[in-house]
């Protein structure tokens, strides 16, 4: 069966995130004062065959770990989608 | 009232996407062969101050035009959390 996963990689709260930072700045001097910590991640797709909805999950927590986020600064969220 | 937005900005799907193809082939050499379609993209939190859920949609909606997305190249997607 074909599994679509959703990933989202963000950079751990405790740390600082400059390019959200910047991109905040920016949008105050475009008069969006109302927006407030700005945080920039990355999102992935991927399709995975897989025999169960588990054994996709397990294989897209094993990309994650083996290469996809960096655990000193980042921080992952996986959901499947039949 | 203070909102939470999650933007998800990714690559069109007409477009090749270089970045998704290359950790695709990684994830490959490191025989998670079951995985295809990747594709990378950006995931945007922020907070927003508006008096209602539409405002606080509308603001946000503001930002990605104006700046965080480009048309010629990619998608937009907000989810605007209580």
Same mark, same amino acid.
């Given at each position: 069966?074909?599994?679509?996963?959703?990933?989202?990689?963000?950079?751990?709260?405790?740390?600082?995130?400059?390019?959200?930072?910047? /991109?905040?700045? !920016?949008?105050?001097?475009?008069?969006?004062? !109302?927006?407030?910590? /700005?945080?920039?991640?990355?999102?992935?797709?991927?399709?995975?065959?897989?025999? !169960?909805?588990?054994?996709?999950?397990?294989?897209?927590?094993?990309?994650?770990?083996?290469?996809?986020?960096?655990? /000193?600064?980042?921080?992952?969220?996986?959901?499947?989608?039949?």
């Amino acid at each position: 069966m074909m599994f679509t996963a959703q990933i989202t990689i963000m950079p751990l709260k405790e740390l600082l995130d400059p390019q959200g930072k910047a /991109v905040q700045e !920016s949008l105050h001097t475009m008069h969006l004062d !109302s927006i407030q910590d /700005v945080r920039i991640g990355k999102h992935i797709t991927l399709t995975i065959e897989a025999n !169960s909805k588990e054994e996709a999950e397990a294989h897209c927590k094993a990309a994650c770990e083996k290469m996809l986020y960096n655990p /000193v600064m980042e921080t992952y969220k996986i959901i499947i989608e039949g």
